[in-house]
């Protein structure tokens, strides 16, 4: 089972989907529509965001996507001559290639919505049996990524077994990593990139290879039929799990659940734990600096959610830190921050509330090492990172060098040389970040 991996990280056997000029290398940075707007969308709204990304100064950190989710369309059907989705004249009124050309001249990039189903989560369009011609759609609009959502599936294009999904969502788990209720599951050794569900989103992946433009292809299929193992063949990014909500509770669930598949990230593919929620909802302060940065050194897809025309401050900020998007998107190293300590669990504890705590990544850009520390308790703990015991340091240490430079990523002071340890006082949900260089 793939919670009771071993503490040793493998690099994915899959074969991924390598794309031209370094689409999709590393994970994508941007902006979309739905955690901030769901169906109440327009160009408006979208090119609103778009100069904003320019304005805030998110675009020279590397933010370039602005993606379209659901609701784009005319919700009547596709045109009957041409089978082609017709953009909502009153939403779009230049069309979609109108709003692509718009973020094009800022130096962005458009993303469009669609599913593997007849129709889209809120009963648009979508893509089933229409690959081809959605994907030439999309291509001469100019868009330049995909979200491939799961609805609308045919009772008769289900999958023949059912692949367990670690996720309270879905009433299949159970504290100790145990699926249940599956009178349906796959036989042992089963090949889920086989299913019909893997099949689906082949079908568009082949469909977007077809087209003369690159497109990012970002698969939204929750989990399921064990995206892991095909999914990195099949498109730049994969949905791990259920949909986000911004609940700190729901955004420990996922970080537990990704955080025994860092395996499976690395350059032209990466697990995806859905978009970010900072902005959203009732999360402290703290919340949104742990959901980020763990969401960065997982190296998830940062799609931020939330209308950038009226960002808090505080916000913003927390989005623009640099150490961790420089972590995020290092030229030189494709795989994230792992795990090393559990801290308030045992190690390889598999809990929906209490995630990792300790986690640690090589970043040559960031001139060493980064380090993740997040108290998941309710009241103020202290964190401790022990050299001794992260992984990129372990050798050094045990050859004697016992010091090392330390920057605090968050305030970007410098803490000089520190010996053996160092120590982060944390309020409930809040993480430390700290970049760790040459010994001293």
Known sequence: MWWLLPSVFLVSGANALLRPDDVGRAPALGWNSWNAYNCEIDADKILTAANEVVNLGLKSLGYEYINIDDCWSVKSGRDPTTKRIIPDPDKFPNGISGVADEIHALGLKLGIYSSAGTTTCAGYPASLGYETIDAQSFAEWGVDYLKYDNCGVPDNLTDTYTYCVPDSTDGSFFPNGTCVNLTDAAPAGYNWATSTTAKRYMRMRNALLSVNRTI??????????????????????????????????????????????????????????????????????????????????????????TPLDTIDPTHLTILSNKPLLTFHQDPAVGRPAYPYKWGYNADWTFDPAHPAEYWSGPSPALGGTLIVM???????????????????????????????????????????????????????????VLVVGDSC
């Open 374 to 432: 997040v108290n998941t308790e309710e009241t103020t703990q202290t964190r401790t990172a022990f050299w001794k015991e992260v992984p990129e340091l372990k050798e050094l240490y045990t050859a004697g060098k016992k010091g090392f430079k330390v920057v605090d990523g968050w305030s970007g002071n410098d803490l000089g040389c520190v010996r053996d340890k160092y120590s982060l006082k944390l309020g409930a949900h809040d993480a430390g």
């Open 216 to 305: 990012l292809y970002s698969l939204c299929d929750w989990g399921q039929a064990d995206v892991n193992d095909w999914g990195n063949e099949t498109g730049n990014s994969w949905r791990m799990s259920g949909d986000i909500t911004p609940k700190w509770s729901r955004i420990a669930e996922i970080a537990n659940e990704n955080s025994f598949l860092m395996n499976y990230a690395n350059y032209y593919g990466y697990p995806d734990p859905d978009m970010l929620e900072v902005g959203n909802g009732n999360l402290t302060v703290a919340e949104n600096r742990a959901h980020f940065a763990l969401w960065a050194a997982m190296k998830s897809p940062l799609i931020i959610g």
